[in-house]
């Protein structure tokens, strides 16, 4: 069904309308035979507007009376009555004075004039219409609505109807208008396609991947603390989410791609060169992260030392010049700032620098580590994800390469996300299979269950689960007194693919007895065999 106060979308044209297939009509149809009926029970109801939406319809209705599911038996049959009657929709072209009258006498929308009650929504729905477009209203029976249609021929044309729910939505969207309720419901040619229709509903909450996530023990939401759709995944979710990474390696791999990783965080010039900033994307991406916390420090820092290497860098101009003295004939060097620096040092470790020197030397050597100890003070921003950038991007910087031969050539841009988010692509997974996953992708793949605890039974049971485990199979055990009956359930209800059932007689056979989640037994076999072919339906990712 649609979402509860959904929005009203674009005013349809009439072209749009004339294009009505032949199921949005009946539910448009209904949406008028359901305010017929809403008429006959309470007369004062006033109407705004009752189009067709996806899988249904709604009509939006504003009535001291707070309308319920459990009003809908009432209103329903008041709507067969209706239905039965096999009124005509008959279209009736009006100038927009009579329309306006009409709404002000309470005519529209109801099923008679009603003095004193004008019928103000109406009002409001007859300003939206262009100049010049024309105006109709439709009428079965006693009703008589603005509307610009289209309509099935009669009021018997509807098939199978149903209400559904109600919900809250303001008038025109607008929260600044009167909220009003809006009652939902669905039609359909016949009861055979509306009953399909449920049940295909009843099926889909049983696949709620949240849900199933949920009773599974595959993630948890905590939206206080982590935010809406955004799960924590627990071990067996995880397990998932490996094993569909495996898939994509190697797959990847076998086509001879090759892989790399880039860091989540970049520097702002990248994007000033890919040209996400300053105009393309900059208002889609997140605030760049800086840390002007350092930014005053560093400043600090790096003014005491371009004080310090002044004070040093006078005393190495002395050491140059006695260098240059010592020299015999007429050529010398001219020493860089930094080869000064290197006299000063050795002057220091030979002791013959003045104290005051040494010491301005120290705190140099201090400032520079602190200095380079704190945070890089550029400013960083998240890796910006959505594949339509990088196309845009790549259109609008075009970008060349030298090839092996040495030629320029344009590289290709493809983005290929092959299994999109994580929680959207296994909540996907999650419905399809209603949490029974295939062997392979099963969070917990097989269970070893004992017939009781006994200790041989058990010894000859560990065996066999420390061989699946050996060979990295999600199994786990249970090797309880607990009656056997309880413990299958227990695996049933947490979705465990296999289970191996060991009694006595499976022991002294040296076999297992082999049962599927919501199959059931599939018989007794060798354990060596019933291990290997559990190996091999994962290897070879069956379904």
Known sequence: MPEDNEQPKERKTLDDRAKMTELERIRHSCAHVL???????????????????????????????????????????????????????????????QA???????????????????????????????????????????????????????????????????????????????????????????????EAYFTMLEEAKKRDHRKIGTEMGLFAIDTEFVGPGLPLWLPKGTAIVEELEKLAKETEFAAGYVRVKTPHIAKEKIYLTSGHLPVLYAASMFPPMTLDEFRIERKQLQEEIIGLRAVLANYGELLAEEKIAAQKDDLYDILSAEEKLGLVETAIEAGRAPAKIAAAYQELCKAS??????????????????????????????????????????????????LGTHERFIGFLIEHYAGNFPLWLAPEQVRVLTLNDDEKLVAYAKEIYRELRAAEVRAEADFSADPVKAKIAEAEKAKVHTMLVIGHRDMEAGQVSVRLHSRGPQGAKPKGEAVAEILTTIKERRV
């Open 369 to 418: 580590q602190k200095l380079r100890r704190l945070p890089d003070p550029d400013s960083y921003y998240l890796k910006a994800m959505n594949c339509p950038h990088h196309h845009r991007i790549f259109a609008a910087q075009p970008r060349s390469y030298r090839d092996r031969d040495n030629t320029e050539k344009t590289p290709l841009c493809i983005h290929r996300a092959p």
């Open 35 to 97: 305010a017929t009926a809403i008429l006959r029970i309470w007369p004062e109801a006033q109407f705004a507007a009752g189009p067709p939406v996806e899988n249904g319809f709604y009509y939006d209705v504003d009535l001291p009376h707070r309308i319920s599911p459990e009003d809908f038996p009432k209103i329903e049959e008041e709507m067969k009555k209706e239905i039965k009657a096999n009124h005509v929709f008959e279209k009736i072209a009006v100038s927009r004075e």
């Open 100 to 194: 306006m009258k009409d709404s002000e006498s309470g005519r529209l929308g109801g099923l008679s004039e009603r003095p004193g009650n004008p019928s103000k929504f109406k009002i409001g729905n007859l300003a939206d219409i262009p100049e010049g477009e024309q105006i109709t209203c439709y009428r079965n029976g006693d009703f008589i609505d603005l509307c610009a249609g289209p309509h099935v021929m009669r009021t018997g044309n509807i098939g199978a109807f149903k209400l559904t729910h109600v919900a809250s939505a303001y008038y025109k969207g607008d929260e600044r208008n009167p909220q009003l309720q809006r009652i939902y419901g669905t039609a359909f040619k016949n009861k055979t396609e509306m």
